[in-house]
């Protein structure tokens, strides 16, 4: 380590780093132990106290600040000597550009998120930096280099996209736990406590038993004079019963499922019981509503506990009672939140009471939040791991011993005798659209779809342009910046609004749109295809994008039949984002590691799964659809999206386990 503290390559670096969580309080403890001396580092947040268990440059009394400024002054605490500049800053604010990340000797990635990823991965390669990028799911890690021209970019792999459910696996054949717990948490929370407009799939049809016309939307409305337990024991009784009873009716659809059960509340909690349930003084105080919890008020204290279905639904009656009593004010406005106590307390219970009716194995509350909030528990020792591994990178890119670069992975299993697998760098992908500037195709209906669900879908959600600028030959269709006159604004806005053939300069099959994001350097040619059908489950943007490096949505669980005549799954899956952000990808395929256990050739370009081995667009996606691995999530153990060879030929599962 001294001889290493001395290297001029190591003393004289300017290094950016990107995100001081988990992840970078650790690297920077270490990046300032092996002698860097010029360390930025740039964080959006500030501290939580759920940080302080594994981000230790941060106390109790640091909490609200500045995690980028604690952990500098943390840092330079024993290390009073180096400059450490902090930014309390999202890493996409325009004066991080181009010129910004030109003054460093090498970028370290130590984010939670794709699209800060793939941000800081464009800015690199315009600025031509070398990026040392990183990621860790509890007991799994993962560290790479890209160095333009030399390795792969961040964005030549594809990387898996949130994990989805079809709509009638959610709303009528649910056959695992998550599955009630998607239920809970986006239909019946959101149509109780969220924005009324928004879209949702919850059966809404009346409940009333006279059969009249009572408009769907009625249901969940309370009524005037309506006491807040007729209201709970009406919600009940519909979802829980009425829903049940209605399903069962489509006896086609149980025909080789088990025929779930109708519980009504009456069957489960008396009318006395239900007086004297809860006690409202205990629940926390309406003037802090994270305080307001249905447990504190009925006196269940161990989150660990499993809760009978009568406890359940206590807590489900009293959760609504304390959300109309204490925080009636945000109905309308509440999105779920796994950090909301009374919210996770709900969705646990109706997700519990939903899987008893389908006889699916109840969840204490501690496992239903870590599926609701998708919680993959941070393992301190991981993130120590990775950033020295980050950091062993970083000293051999400043020495440019470009032979020893390694991509590293911490395993949760020795395998082949190792817990951390190093393989060499993939080469740069021919056909990624971001390093090598390879078109992509845009299937889209060019009558139908408005400029503005191009710029929300693809240039926004899938390319991650910050900035974009639109253009089709010469003619300007939509830019975004501070600089613009009124006349140009009122004109970009009015282009949002028309389908792309109505455009003044209309964009039809075979058009060429030119996308740039002049933030990021980043310009992005799209071929336009015209097509009208779209499958509403599997294609649910009603456009599809190929060449782009994102693993196609597997739109179905392999063990769910398919829909049987349900009738209502004619939207979108549900999102359920399992594994949407920590974004840990581990792409061993252990028989590709020599005998000497440390080596992997590095591939050619047609091992990765996003170089086609044809032009053919169909083709392509064919194949992409075989490359997706499902991920196993069985209702009690946390499992890892494994994007392993992606070999087309052999399209196997690997499990470290
Ligand atoms: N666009 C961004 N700009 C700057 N910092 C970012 C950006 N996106 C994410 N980060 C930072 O990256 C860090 C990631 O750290 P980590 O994964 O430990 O997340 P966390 O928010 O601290 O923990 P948890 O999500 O478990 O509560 C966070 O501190 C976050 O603020
Ligand atoms: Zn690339």
Redesign the pocket.
Known sequence: MASLQQSPAIKGAKVLM???????CELLKTLALSGFEDIHI????TI?V??LNR?FLFRQKHVGQS?AKVARDAVLRFRPHISISSYH????DSNFNVDFFKQFNVVLN????L??RR?VNRLCLAAEVPLVESGTTGFLGQVSVHVKGRTDCYECNPKPSPKTYPVCTITSTPSKFVHCIVWAKELLFAKLFGDKNQDNDLNVRSSDSTGSSEQAEDVFERKANESIEQYGRRIYDHVFGYNIEQALSNEETWKSRNKPRPIYSRDVISAELMQQNGNSDKAGSAGDPLSVSAMASLGLKNPQDLWSLKDNSRVFFEALKLFFGKREKEIGSLCFDKDDPLAVEFVTAAANIRAASFGIPLHSLFEAKGIAGNIVH?VATTNAIVAGLIVIEAIKVLQKDFDSYRMSYCLEHVTQKMLIMPVQPFEPNKSCCVCSETPLTLEIDTNHSKLRDFVEKIVKAKLSMTSPLIMHGSSLLYEVGDDLDDAMIANYSANLEKVLSSLPSPVTSGTMLTVEDLQQEFTCNINIKHREEFDEENEPDGMVLHGWTQVPTKPKDDDDKPPTGNGDSSKTSQTETVEAEAEVVVKINIEEIGASGNKRKAPDSRDISTDPPSNDVNEATAANHKKVHKIDDGDDEEELVMLDHWDIDTNKKQKLR
């Open positions: 990107v995100g001081a969580g988990g992840i970078g740039i964080d959006m947040d939580e759920s940080n981000q995690k800053a999202n890493v996409k130590g984010l939670d998120n699209d800060a941000h941070a």
